[in-house]
């Protein structure tokens, strides 16, 4: 029942340990030992985040869209460069693209605004 529709691949019942105990299963060797991740904190961080919706906020750092595009996007407000680095991913003939904001950039300069507050 559990494997039979699996009917069509020769073997995988066996490859799969289907109808035997946990205890019986043999784990599959290791080409290198796994990884263990240090996740002290209980939430990681990631590499690239997205812009927000529309009247959404950022779950990261709970700036506004238009908050967080003030500091990805040149203006004359920033003199045109922009304090966060963000990468834009189109693929030929797309209109429309995807602004990923480098997440690390984005914290780096936050924590630079608040070093120059403090100060």
């Not at 019986?24 to 990884?35: D, L, R």
């Not at 189109?90 to 100060?119: C, F, M, P």
């Amino acid at each position: 029942m559990r494997g039979e529709h699996l009917w069509a691949f020769k073997g995988v019942k066996n490859i799969l340990n289907l109808g035997k105990p946990v205890a019986e299963a043999k784990p599959a060797a290791y080409t290198s030992p796994p990884v263990v991740a240090d996740n002290s904190s209980g939430k990681t961080q990631p590499e690239f985040i997205r812009l927000p919706k529309s009247g959404m906020r950022c779950p990261w750092t709970g700036l506004s869209r238009s908050g967080m595009n003030a500091l990805i996007l040149p203006s004359r407000a920033n003199n045109f460069q922009a304090p966060v680095r963000s990468v834009s991913l189109r693929q030929r003939g797309q209109v429309k693209a995807t602004r990923l904001i480098i997440y690390d950039s984005l914290v780096s300069h936050l924590y630079g605004l608040e070093n120059q507050q403090t100060q």
